[in-house]
C-alpha cells in the first residue's frame, strides 16, 4: 500500500483525511504495526483508486 501511495504522490494525512483515521493510524498500516480492519482496507483502496482515476483524467 505503501508504495502505490507514494507513486500516487499522497500522503498518509491526506489518505487518513479520505478514510477517517489519523495519519499515524495510515503509518502504522504501512509499518506493519497494525493491521487495518477489513472496512477500513477496503475505503484505503478504494480511496487510492478513487486518486488514481483522477489522476489518469488529467
Known amino acids: 500500500m505503501r508504495a502505490?501511495?507514494?507513486?500516487l504522490n499522497v500522503s498518509q494525512r491526506e489518505v487518513?483525511?479520505?478514510?477517517?483515521v489519523v495519519h499515524s493510524?495510515?503509518?502504522?498500516?504501512?509499518?506493519n504495526a497494525r493491521?487495518?480492519?477489513q472496512r477500513?482496507?477496503?475505503?484505503w483502496n478504494a480511496a487510492l483508486n478513487h486518486?488514481?482515476?483522477k489522476n489518469k483524467s488529467r
Open 51 to 53: 486518486i488514481a482515476s
Open 4 to 7: 502505490r501511495r507514494k507513486a
Open 40 to 43: 477500513n482496507e477496503l475505503l
Open 16 to 20: 487518513g483525511e479520505l478514510i477517517g
Open 35 to 37: 493491521k487495518p480492519r
Open 25 to 31: 493510524t495510515v503509518c502504522q498500516w504501512e509499518r
